[in-house]
Every structure is written in structure tokens, then in C-alpha cells.
């Protein structure tokens, strides 16, 4: 949450959903991030596009992750994550 940073300007943002895979290293560094799905409302296709993206800087930006226990890396090598901004304070 401290490293996104909201598209500018005044869009609502409440129903915009962004699932993103994501690969890390043994050492919890994030070595991959893609978009694999976007759920966005009906003509917000740009907002969308713009948090998709934001989205995918901020998990950029939160490498490496800490703290991941290196015995059970099998568990945590690759995962999805769903990216809701509705509970960031905008």
C-alpha cells in the first residue's frame, strides 16, 4: 500500500479490480509481475489501464518481500494477487 500511488485526476476507483501474477526469488525479490486480468466498470477502460499499472509499479517497488520463510519457498514462488485500491486511503 505505501509504495502505489493513484492514477492522477478524480476517478472512483471502488470497483476497479487488478489480479496479478507474480513470480519471486528465493530471496523474496520479485523477478516478474503481469496483468492477468483487469475487472474494471462499464466505460472506464482508461482509469482502468492507469491502475493496472500504478498497480504493477507498486508491487515493483515493494521488492524484495521480507520475512518469506526460504523452507517453504515451493508455497510462495509464484502466486496471484488481487489488487483492490477500494481499501487504499486516496
Not at 466498470?41 to 482508461?46: E, I, K, L, M, Y
Not at 520475512?67 to 486516496?90: A, C, G, T
Request: aromatic share 6%; with cysteine; hydrophobic share 40%.
Amino acid at each position: 500500500e505505501k509504495n502505489w500511488r493513484p492514477p492522477v485526476g478524480n476517478q472512483n476507483l471502488k470497483d476497479v479490480r487488478v489480479m496479478l501474477h507474480m513470480t519471486l526469488e528465493t530471496d523474496g525479490t520479485i523477478s516478474n509481475v503481469t496483468v492477468i486480468k483487469i475487472i474494471c466498470p462499464p466505460n472506464s477502460d482508461a482509469t482502468c489501464k492507469l491502475t493496472a499499472e500504478s498497480a504493477v509499479r507498486a508491487v515493483r517497488q515493494a521488492s524484495p518481500i521480507e520475512n518469506l520463510p526460504v523452507d517453504r519457498y515451493d508455497v510462495w514462488k509464484e502466486f496471484n494477487l488481487l489488487f483492490d485500491p477500494s481499501f487504499m486511503d486516496q
